[in-house]
């Protein structure tokens, strides 16, 4: 269906129109509902918000800040529930002046910030599990859920498992065995797995770490992970944030970590296996031949596309036996959120191939992406031993591959990407979408210059890439490669952007992000321009769907748009692709200063709004949005 004769998508909507101001827009036809803010009660006993009294006993119990990757787990697990499951959020990093009162007026922010109020920040990072369940329509909270769940920065303890656990390079004082870690950072995109398990992606972690490189044993990997430049004031209060009190301690995030909402006491743990760079999304895949495959980018000019094959094939959750009532789920679910399978041994079989799985992601082959002019990808395996990636070079062990993977990967001759963000699967295409959301610095004195898959300089806008597996092969180390579009206007000559002329002026986007493929196989993009809107596109960050078949290939409309200052998340589809769950993170951030609408309050400055409450002393808030259609049809038709 298409919303007008010569419109040659798959997309049935009336488009939003280009804009930004102090709220969140959805193409009519379509609601928005918001499901939870930062600071929502989660946990038993967590108290209510109040932003005038930074905690972080309050915050370890309540719904973190900047929520990026959602993911979804239908329940029970194995089925494909559309209306009762598990929201995993991703609490990516804390906006601190927009979280607490006064600092807006201190001489010094950063002088200003308590010990409580940086270990809020620290309990507002990693990540949240969230019951929901859709009554009449609407999508609520399970209240005091059994699987509602906090991971933090402060309190929680990870596990660190594959090749590197253990390795010198890793131990600190607190933990001499290298298996131990306390907390996640910076978690952006993530992944979910076929056996329900929460894939969060540490990308931003040299963030939080302070001091000087001087003679400095990590000298050369913390350099290239653009340390030292801390954005929090965190050494200050924790040493092992202090590059020099805690020499090792910044080794141990950059992972990607494997969260069992179903195994509430076990610990989150850091699968070393995949690498250790700034991982933007863990998108996976299940092989032909039945192994995992995990797609991942990292986020900073000119680093690269990667891939994770596993060497074990994945064991799959048994199918949930027919249900002769028509529910689309084969069990009960009382109102303590308990599930009852009427197969008695439904519990058992879900549990073995539970447990076949559980260390999958500690034992594969790591791979990197070089793009060549004639459309070919190459995938560079990343293996100790095998070329440059000997003690000739520094790498004494797989362990050294995985901590130094940038290193590695430039000694192997991967392609210096415009800024590779979420990368995503399509199972129902078999294709693989990239998105490269910028890279400013392209082709400037002193930088890389533009190659055939980063083709333009000085790169503001971005552009989608699609990979094409041989013979439909994901663990194939070849691939073909095409852009979808370069992003920018139209319009600008100057812009070299390229899509499909059907798109809409109000439909074409800048900064691709984070990136979902409806259950029809369509791909949608989130976008995060950051400070750079007025110049980009002129307008806020949103959802796009964007086509990449047919007559329609390379046409975008626009669905979403977020409040001022705001970057689009999430976005993730229910099964039956009837909700659409996008976050919103830190509205009033970025670029509000080319916005008119400001406002001040005694307590907190509000530089564009305080969406979503629109409430006096309550800040502007990160959250979760659940968009459903009307009529209760399928999103985008
Ligand atoms: Fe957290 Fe690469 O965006
Ligand atoms: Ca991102
Ligand atoms: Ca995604
Ligand atoms: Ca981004």
């Known amino acids: 269906a298409s919303s007008s004769p010569?419109?040659?998508?798959?997309?049935?909507?009336?488009?939003?129109?280009?804009?930004?101001?102090?709220?969140?827009?959805?193409?009519?036809?379509?609601?928005?509902?918001?499901?939870?803010?930062?600071?929502?009660?989660?946990?038993?006993?967590?108290?209510?918000?109040?932003?005038?009294?930074?905690?972080?006993?309050?915050?370890?119990?309540?719904?973190g800040y900047n929520n990026d990757f959602i993911g979804y787990i239908p329940l029970p697990l194995g089925s494909s529930n559309s209306e009762h499951g598990l929201l995993c959020v991703n609490h990516e990093y804390t906006n601190t002046g927009l979280m607490f009162p006064g600092l807006a007026d201190a001489e010094d922010p950063a002088a200003a910030l308590t010990r409580a109020m940086v270990d809020t920040e620290l309990a507002a990072h990693g990540g949240s599990v969230v019951e929901i369940h859709k009554v009449g329509g609407q999508w609520r909270l399970v209240p005091d859920s059994r699987f509602n769940r906090r991971i933090d920065a402060l309190t929680t303890p990870i596990r660190i498992a594959g090749p590197a656990a253990g390795h010198p390079r890793l131990r600190t004082r607190a933990d001499p065995t290298g298996s131990r870690v306390i907390g996640?950072?910076?978690?952006?995109?993530?992944?979910?797995?076929?056996?329900?398990?929460?894939?969060?992606?540490?990308?931003?972690f040299?963030?939080?770490?302070?001091?000087?490189?001087?003679?400095?044993?990590?000298?050369?990997?913390?350099?290239?992970?653009?340390?030292?430049?801390?954005?929090?004031?965190?050494?200050?209060?924790?040493?092992?944030?202090?590059?020099?009190?805690?020499?090792?301690?910044?080794?141990?995030?950059?992972?990607?970590?494997?969260?069992?909402?179903?195994?509430?006491?076990?610990?989150p743990v850091k699968r070393t296996a995949l690498g250790r760079f700034k991982h933007e999304g863990a998108e996976c895949i299940v092989n032909g031949d039945g192994r995992l495959v995990i797609y991942s980018g990292d986020d900073q000019r000119f680093e690269y596309l990667y891939k994770f094959v596993?060497?074990?094939?994945?064991?799959?959750?048994?199918?949930?036996?027919?249900?002769?009532?028509?529910?689309?789920?084969?069990?009960?679910?009382?109102?303590?959120?308990?599930?009852?399978?009427?197969?008695?041994?439904?519990?058992?079989?879900?549990?073995?191939?539970?447990a076949a799985n559980r260390d999958l992601l500690d034992s594969g082959t790591l791979y990197v992406a070089r793009l060549d002019a004639d459309g070919g990808v190459q995938w560079l395996p990343l293996v100790h031993g095998q070329g440059p990636l000997t003690a000739e070079n520094g790498f004494n062990a797989q362990a050294d591959v995985l901590i130094e993977t940038r290193r590695a990967a430039t000694l192997l001759g991967a392609t210096p990407m415009d800024r590779p963000e979420d990368v995503e699967p399509n199972p129902v295409t078999g294709k693989v979408y990239v998105s490269l959301t910028n890279n400013k610095h392209r082709g400037k004195d002193g930088y890389a210059d533009i190659d055939a898959a980063n083709p333009r300089a000085e790169n503001l806008w971005g552009q989608v890439l699609e990979l094409t597996p041989t013979d439909g092969d994901h663990a194939a180390d070849t691939a073909r490669w095409d852009l979808l579009v370069r992003a920018g206007d139209p319009t600008d000559p100057a812009v070299g952007a390229h899509w499909n002329p059907a798109t809409t002026e109000h439909g074409w986007f800048a900064c691709p992000d984070n990136c979902a493929v409806d259950p029809a196989g369509r791909l949608w993009i989130a976008t995060d321009q950051g400070g750079g809107w007025p110049v980009t596109s002129g307008g806020a960050d949103g959802v796009y769907a964007l086509e990449?078949?047919?007559?329609g290939r390379g046409t975008a409309r626009a669905f979403f748009r977020v409040p001022v200052g705001a970057e689009m998340c999430g976005p993730r589809f229910t099964p039956d692709g009837r909700t659409l769950f996008v976050a919103v993170q830190h509205p009033a951030a970025d670029g509000t200063e080319a916005y008119p609408g400001f406002e001040r309050s005694s307590t907190f400055e509000y530089p564009a709004t305080r969406w979503p409450d629109f409430a006096d002393g309550i800040p502007p808030r990160p959250s979760v949005v659940a968009i459903t259609r009307d009529d209760g049809g399928e999103i985008g038709g």
């Open 310 to 354: 596993t060497e074990g094939t994945v064991t799959p959750l048994p199918e949930p036996p027919a249900d002769p009532t028509g529910q689309t789920f084969a069990g009960r679910i009382d109102a303590a959120g308990q599930v009852h399978f009427r197969e008695q041994d439904m519990h058992r079989r879900i549990a073995e191939a539970r």
């Open 184 to 204: 996640t950072l910076n978690n952006c995109a993530g992944g979910i797995t076929p056996w329900g398990t929460y894939l969060m992606a540490e990308e931003n």
């Open 6 to 63: 010569d419109d040659p998508t798959r997309f049935d909507f009336p488009e939003i129109p280009r804009g930004v101001d102090a709220t969140h827009h959805v193409a009519p036809g379509y609601s928005a509902q918001v499901l939870i803010r930062w600071g929502d009660p989660l946990l038993p006993g967590a108290p209510p918000f109040d932003p005038q009294r930074p905690s972080a006993a309050a915050q370890r119990r309540q719904f």
């Open 206 to 267: 040299h963030l939080y770490f302070a001091g000087s490189l001087d003679e400095h044993p990590e000298q050369r990997n913390y350099a290239r992970c653009g340390m030292p430049a801390p954005r929090y004031a965190w050494a200050e209060h924790h040493r092992r944030f202090d590059l020099n009190a805690e020499p090792n301690e910044a080794n141990r995030f950059g992972w990607i970590v494997e969260m069992d909402p179903f195994d509430p006491d076990a610990p």
């Open 548 to 551: 990449t078949e047919g007559p």
